[in-house]
């Protein structure tokens, strides 16, 4: 299963690879919401599983990026799972990535173990 990690902190980046790799899943990064969406248009479709969105990044946040990656006229931009990684935990940024079009919220620092469980949900 290949992954979409949109992070554009080097240290989180290299700590999701890290957990990631290890459970299986080969890894293509972006260091923003800009770099995201254009690796998802450009990418034939189906070959994304998963989308691990940062929501605070320079030039384009999570948040857009993901209603930009939702817009794409591609079958699978309407059904890929995107799942928000921030450290706000509060309602309303749960609400938010709803409203974007993301499909459920982890918080950071990440958790492995809770990380693999929605991994799982998502791809089955």
């Known amino acids: 299963k290949q992954i979409l990690l949109a992070e554009d902190n080097e240290m989180n980046q290299m700590i999701a690879v890290a957990v990631l790799e290890n459970a299986g899943f080969t890894i293509d990064i972006a260091s923003n919401g800009a770099e995201a969406v254009e690796k998802m248009e450009q990418a034939p479709a189906g070959t994304y599983d998963v989308i691990l969105m940062d929501i605070q990044m320079p030039i384009m946040d999570g948040y857009q990026a993901t209603k930009y990656i939702r ?4 079958p699978d931009a309407g059904k890929i799972p995107i799942i928000a990684m921030t450290a706000d935990s509060f309602d309303d940024a749960m609400e938010n990535a709803r409203k ?25």
Do not use: N
């Open 71 to 74: 817009e794409l006229r591609r």
């Open 100 to 124: 974007s079009g993301m499909d459920a919220h982890l918080t950071k620092p990440m958790e492995p173990a809770k990380l693999k469980v929605v991994l799982q949900s998502y791809l089955e």
